[in-house]
């Protein structure tokens, strides 16, 4: 900023709204971009994962680093819990070969944002920004119903329960060694899952 006037520009208000953002929330959306790039879109899904966990690990503001994890993990929990409603309770009247394909399809976005939450998770356990997803995710009844009810029709499924008992795992290790505050409830939620 201390070199827009030594340089005697014409416009120096057009050069300092290309240098300064023009939104306070500009750089809690460019994060926010960042992370759905690297949970949805890119073939290449380590590296940019790698890449975007360590510009969240050395952003200057936590705060706004929460925010933006917490904002991709409610979601994510959100689109898991859609796909396996939608996987338990078929929206749909038809023939059974129907029903059968949307519970397929439902079942693939569920493990697809599986993979994100585990992702997720951990990289919120490593910033040490995970307390609300502590919470939300002990208060997730009708969730943990629904992924019985799938477990039990698809037992062959395998990859889908490592991946959520690994996000619960994660979750309650922390817990249970004071990495992360949370409820009385949730501490005895986490202590019976270890």
Request: hydrophobic share 45%.
């Amino acid at each position: 900023m201390d070199i827009v006037p030594p340089l005697q520009l014409q416009g120096p208000e057009e050069l300092l709204s290309r240098i300064k953002p023009k939104r306070v929330t500009a750089v809690k959306d460019m994060l926010s971009e960042l992370v759905q790039a690297a949970i949805h879109f890119h073939p290449n899904g380590a590296n940019v994962k790698t890449f975007v966990a360590n510009l969240l690990k050395n952003h200057a503001s936590r705060s706004v680093v929460k925010l933006v994890l917490d904002d991709a993990f409610t979601k994510s929990l959100s689109t898991s819990k859609d796909s396996a409603e939608e996987y338990v309770r078929p929206n749909i009247n038809g023939q059974q070969f129907q029903i059968e394909d949307l519970q397929k399809a439902t079942l693939h976005t569920t493990l697809v944002t599986s993979k994100r939450l585990l992702w997720l998770l951990e990289t919120m356990i490593d910033l040490g920004v995970a307390d609300d997803a502590v919470t939300e995710w002990s208060e997730q009844a009708d969730l943990s119903a629904n992924l019985l009810r799938i477990f039990n029709d698809d037992v062959w499924l395998t990859c889908l329960q490592v991946l959520l008992l690994g996000c619960t795992f994660n979750l309650a290790s922390e817990v249970a060694a004071g990495f992360i505050t949370a409820s009385y409830q949730v501490i005895s939620v986490s202590i019976r899952v270890i």
